[in-house]
């Protein structure tokens, strides 16, 4: 017994001590490889999808075939380790990602860095800031819900940022999957000109691999995990549909790429080369989405989509950026930057992700221009401050590895740099230039917020500084109306989340309060203000007289306010412009009529007058904000709400409940579909009537339905809610006044 326990503990050791000897060999292979990387074998990519798609799955797998990992865990893993790129403990109890975690990795000798962003909604910044900086992303949807709400919102998103993608249909293990009905959905919801590239050989519990549809060949994926490809002949019973479908891909190809669409016409068939390269090249114009197939969680398909990464994404060099170079005070033009991986240019960096680590605050820099080395100066070119790198590391989730250099098209993280998300950085300030910033949604949701323990009040200081720095769309600020703290952010789980990472990391525990919509006041119709501000009361006076119009907006800028000077002549003399744009937007902050603030409103400033001796800025300040509350009593104004896209999804039997259910919550259901035995629900939904709705979904459904949502616009509330709102908006005043008189 005694010998058989000495053998058992040998082999743990043997065991430990081998996967720690691989682990540093692993280590000393990437550092000494990817600062010598050239600039076409480096791919910048993120993985984005909706909500339970499989993005941390296949990111998982990925470092695990390329050797970046020696060993795979699962997102909700039973061994208690959970997904290397879910470091966060609260991301791996809950299978959820909720910051977006950067990784580096060797492919057939090229530089693949990796970020992968949340699938939530009320992460999607995560999503904004790494789309803003990469060259390339992965779009993975599931094989069994197809293209879904937030599919849409990254689909957006990567449009605003120009950024060509790849689909991966994923999951083709789980009952009742169709990549097919996928395919359809990327082309009639997203416009994508998609086409498969690879075909699966048998669906769920059949899976065996898949048919490579531009080599002609079946890939099948063996040994305990995936790790070797075996090619062969395409079955027998699958060469018809790999024919039509070879056929359909050359078609959609040959709309996109000049090249084969002379060969379509000519009736010559393509090469597997000339197939290979028009794909790139109508991926880099994001005219064709090739579509990849496998199931990441079974280990089938995640190699040839590695393949097809380094085939079709563009390097660094392949992807114009651009930086805007001030010529004079408000005049910029745009400037292309130079990515070749030498110091020929200056240094240019944009900060896109800042994150408090155990050696303080780390920021994330994405190098677009030259080279930086470890003790250089950078300067922030927002505020001009100058700044030592004394810390140089590249990221592999929440570990660091340190490098000596960095050139163009790497992503690295510096220590000890106090500046913003979405600042440049250079090494020569005289260039004057400065990166596009990023997306910032605007909060849709606020709570009270306040330390449960008076005692815990500096670490809830310190956690609210710390969290609102990364993360621009969480928002704290002090209501002076209610006499509390504010946090507002996009959703209930968004603000859920920062409570319970409080407690955490700052042992604060702290109490929420009823959520709080952010409603909007706006007005109905134009209407005309002419407002003059006099005082006098011995010495210099005040004297300011404003003309114009106050116009509503369109609904697709309801949520802007414009201020447009009109005035000709010197009547306003043009350095009091400013301060009545500044009386005008004070004003909006808190409406006259609930408190809100004031949007979607045009400020046309036509005249006025000014006195040579008592005009100052105070004084337009003040006439503005009198020319506002002149336009609020003479016009009619209107609260609105967010509407929120919901998307509901269910078994067949519960469907009259959860039509009734959105009914009640005076949602307008937009479109429905059905797929084997399940049913999807879209609808437009006021979000102050979609509180609560997670358990009672739930409840009705036997805990079988789920849904998600994403802010879709501003729209005017219902008589019923603009009245709620402005009686108890104006009961704490009428009360005040009627306390003021009574003292009197």
Known sequence: MAATGSCSLFNTLHTSWHSWHLHLKLLARFSTSVGTVPLEKIRNIGISAHIDSGKTTLTERILYYTGRIYEMHEVRGKDGVGAVMDSMELE???????????????????????????????????????????????????????????????????????????????????????????????????????????????????????????????????????????????????????????????????????????????????????????????CLQQTFTPVFVGTALKNKGVQPLLDGVLRYLPNPGQVKNFALHQISEGEEEKMLLNSARDNSSPFVGLAFKLEAGKFGQLTYIRVYQGCLKKGENIYNSRTGKKIKVSRLVQMHSNNMEDVTEVFAGDICAVFGIDCASGDTFTTNL????????????????????????????????????????????????????????????????????????????????????????????TLASPVEFDYLHKKQSGGSGQFGRVIGV????????????????????????????????????????????????????????????????????????????????????????????????????????FQGSVTSQMNKRHGIITGTDANEGWFTIYCQVPLNDMFGYATELRSSTQGKGEFSMEYSCYAPARADVMEGLINEFQEPKEAEDTKKRSRR
Not at 162 to 176: E, H, Q, S, T, Y
Not at 606 to 635: C, P, R, T, Y
């Open 550 to 653: 106050l116009e509503p907006l369109s609904p697709e800028e309801n949520t802007k306010v414009i201020f447009k000077d009109e005035t000709m002549g010197t009547n306003i003399p043009k350095q009091f412009i400013p301060a009545i744009e500044k009386g005008f937007k004070a004003v909006c902050e808190k409406g006259f009529l609930t408190g809100h603030k004031i949007t979607g409103v045009l400020f046309r400033v036509q005249d006025g007058a000014s006195h040579m001796v008592d005009s100052n800025e105070i004084s337009f300040i003040l006439a503005a904000q009198g020319a506002m509350k002149q336009a609020f009593e003479d016009g009619a104004w209107i609260i609105l709400e967010p509407i929120m896209s919901v998307e509901i999804t269910a078994p067949d039997e």
């Open 92 to 282: 791996r109890q809950r299978g959820i990602t909720i910051q977006s975690a950067a990784t580096y990795t060797m492919w057939k000798n090229h530089n693949i860095n990796i970020i992968d962003t949340p699938g939530h909604v009320d992460f999607t910044v995560e999503v904004e800031r790494a789309l803003r900086v990469l060259d390339g992303a992965i779009l993975v949807l599931c094989s069994v819900g197809g293209v879904q709400s937030q599919t849409l919102t990254v689909n957006r998103q990567m449009k605003r940022y120009n950024v060509p993608c790849l689909a991966f249909i994923n999951k083709l293990d789980r009952m009742g999957a169709n990549p097919y009905r996928v395919l359809h959905q990327m082309r009639s919801k997203l416009h994508h000109n998609a086409a498969f590239v690879q075909i699966p050989i048998g669906l769920e519990s059949n899976t065996k691999g898949i048919i490579d549809l531009v080599g002609q060949k079946a890939l099948y994926f063996e040994g305990n995990f995936g790790n070797t490809v075996r090619e062969d002949e395409i079955p027998a019973d699958m060469r018809v549909e790999a024919e039509e479908r070879h056929i359909e891909l050359i078609e959609h190809l040959s709309n996109a790429d000049e090249v084969i669409g002379e060969l379509f016409l000519e009736e010559k068939t393509p090469t597997e080369e000339q197939l290979h390269a028009g794909i790139h090249r109508a």
């Open 430 to 521: 005289k260039l004057n230039i400065s990166m596009e910033s990023m997306y910032i949604p605007e909060p849709v949701i606020s709570m009270g917020i306040k330390p449960k323990r008076s005692k815990d009040s500096d670490a809830f200081s310190k956690a609210i500084s710390r969290f609102t720095k990364e993360d621009p769309t969480y928002r704290i600020y002090w209501d002076n109306d209610v006499k509390e703290t504010v946090a507002c952010g996009m959703g209930e789980l968004h603000l859920e989340i920062y409570a319970q990472r409080m407690e955490r990391e700052y042992g604060c525990e702290v109490e929420m309060g009823k959520p709080k919509v952010a409603f909007r006041e």
